[in-house]
Structure formats: C-alpha cells, structure tokens
C-alpha cells in the first residue's frame, strides 16, 4: 500500500525531494550549440572587427574573440576604461551598501573575476545591461581598467533582465526596471509594439507598477499582485501609445490605493491592528479574486479598464462593519502559506 506524503518520515521526504531535484536536472538527451573548431574568431573577421577598432579607440584593448558556444554570436573579452562605460538608463537604483560591501569583497580576493557584459552604446560610449554594481564598485576602489565581455549586438541590453542574478530584485526593483526599458524602446522603436518585447518585460503589470513607483517608491505593490496577474495584459498598441493608456491604469490604481488607505485607518480607528489590514481591503475590493486562471490562460479575466472601475466602486462602498476579527485571521494564514 502507499504511503501518504505526510506520514513518512523527514529523512524519508528529504530524499524524496532531492530524487525529485536530480530528476529535474536531468542533462538533455542531445548536445547543441558549435563545436571548439567553430567557435574561435579572427579579431578582424567582418562581424567583429569594428567592434575591435571601437574598443581601441575608447582606451581600452581585446584580449580575444570568439562566437557563443550556444547561439554562435560573435563575441569580444576584453578591458575597457571605467570612464568607457555606463549602466543602461533603464537599470534598477544603485544600492550603496551592496555596491561598498561588493567592492571590499572584490579587494579582499586581490582579483576582479567577474567581467561585465557590455554592449555599444550611445554618445561613443558602451553600456552595462547588468554590472551597475560591479562597475561602481570598480569605481570605489579606483580601477583604470575593467575586465569585460563585449557584445556587438546592441538589442542584448534589452534581453538581459531575465539573467541578472547578481542582486535578488524585489518587485520594485524589477517593476522600475522593466518601465524604464519601455520608455527607451518607446523612444528608439516608436513604431514596435509592445507585444514584441512581452519576453524582455516578464510581465506585463510590471510595466503598469513600474509607473507607480516611479511616483510613488514606498507603494505596495505587492497587495495588487493578485488582480494584475488576472487581467493586465501586453498591448497590441505601439509602444508610446501602450505607454500613455497604462499610465491612466496607474493613475486609477493610485486612487484606488488612496481609498485603500481611507478604508485600513478607518478599521485601525476600530481596533483592528492586524499587519494584513491593506491585504486585506484589497482583496475583498479584488473584482476577480474568486476567478481561477488556468496554467497557460492567455485572456484576462476581465477587461483591466473595467476590473479597475469595478475595483474603484467596492472601495467606495466598503462597510467597516462587515469586517471581523475571523475575516483578518483567515488573511494572516493565507499570507503565512505563501511565504
């Protein structure tokens, strides 16, 4: 007979899990990608030559090139001039604490180990898409040269956001990062849509919270998370035009975030003192908080625009008296179960 999950024993279960693990880390049936005889690269071979002759003339100089042994784009590692280089505009904040501890971390080893991915950038100079906080900290500690792996292909600077790893983004981070990748391709491809770069954006309420924490940096993001994954999609529309209609999202999110607060004082004034106060309202506020999206649902469950309307009239009419201590124990759990 069976043993049900739960009554086996810890060792039991530990093993079970990682059987599990090695079972999803299965190497693939079939090797891909260039063979060592295709992968090295002349430096004055047609498609990186004049990436060589840049990385000459902005001070710096290619130690060897090569094509990816995945996707056989050719590539330059090489040094480049601090002053060379510059994150993308579209980057998540510095955080000097994690770029002072990274720096005396880089100091105690005695080696920078890490290269920078760059790309070409604007006004002659090259763009980090992920090594803000490698080059600042390269900064801190006075380097004349930075070790870096360089990338004729100027679109990576948009791709790479599903690859940094070097800092765990928060929502904020990402949501930040992601708007401001918009604007710049809004900018650069005004006549792209914004379906094109749904792989680049994630998600798209990333784009929509973005807009908010550029206004509003302390806003909680996190409690929308449920209705925006249900009925924020990717727009069909350019990207200047997709741009300005999340913008009215983000204006009526904010206003209802501003009825949200009204509503969670109104229940402090009450006694309710519960940290779930805000999750709470919002999700009994949340016009598709019963719908069950299937895996892989490309439709959102209602129109954002109407969802948002719906959303708007509930805070208007919420009665502080319907609430209980019960209603707020049941939230803390739910909360409890995805952490």
Same mark, same amino acid.
């Given at each position: ?162 690859? +940094?790893?070097?800092? !765990?983004?928060?929502?904020?981070? @990402?949501?930040?990062?992601?708007? %401001?990748? &918009?604007? =710049?391709? *809004? ?91 805000? +999750?709470?309202?919002? !999700?009994?506020?949340?016009?598709? @908080?019963?719908?069950?999206?299937? %895996?892989? &649902?490309? =439709?959102? *469950? ?38």
């Amino acid at each position: 007979m069976a043993t049900h999950p739960a009554t086996r024993s810890p060792k039991k279960r530990t093993a079970t899990r990682s059987a599990n693990s090695r079972r999803k880390l299965k190497p693939a049936d079939r090797t891909r990608g260039l063979d060592a005889a295709d992968i090295a690269l002349a430096a004055d071979h047609q498609d990186i030559g004049a990436l060589v002759e840049r990385i000459r003339q902005g001070g710096g100089t290619a130690i060897g090139t090569y094509r990816d042994p995945l996707g056989g784009r050719a590539l330059v590692l090489g040094t480049l001039p601090i002053r060379a280089i510059q994150p993308t505009p579209f980057q998540r904040d510095l955080s000097p604490t994690h770029t002072k501890r990274l720096a005396e971390k880089i100091d105690q080893a005695g080696a920078f180990l890490d290269p920078l991915i760059v790309v070409l950038g604007h006004d002659a100079l090259f763009w980090t898409p992920n090594g803000r906080h490698r080059l600042a900290a390269a900064k801190v500690l006075g380097l004349k040269q930075i070790s870096v792996l360089i990338s004729p292909d100027e679109t990576l600077a948009y791709r790479i956001l599903a690859l +940094n790893t070097e800092k !765990a983004h928060n929502l904020k981070d @990402r949501s930040l990062e992601v708007i %401001r990748m &918009a604007r =710049s391709l *809004a900018r650069r491809q005004p006549g792209a849509r914004e379906t094109e770069f749904a792989d680049q954006f994630e998600s798209a309420e990333l784009l929509t919270l973005g807009i908010i924490y550029e206004k509003l940096p302390r806003f909680a993001g996190g409690a929308y998370g449920p209705l925006l994954k249900k009925v924020d999609r990717f727009s069909t529309r350019p990207l200047p035009a997709a741009l300005r209609e999340r913008e009215g999202y983000a204006a009526r999110l904010q206003a209802i975030e501003s009825e949200v607060k009204r509503i969670v004082a109104g229940l402090q004034a009450r006694g309710f003192k519960s940290p779930y106060l805000r +999750n709470y309202v919002v !999700a009994r506020i949340n016009p598709v @908080r019963f719908h069950i999206q299937k %895996r892989g &649902a490309t =439709s959102p *469950a209602m129109p954002i625009g109407q969802a948002l309307t719906r959303m708007t009239a509930a805070a208007k009419a919420f009665k502080l008296e319907s609430v209980s201590n019960a209603d707020l124990a049941w939230v803390a759990v739910g909360a409890g179960s995805h952490e």
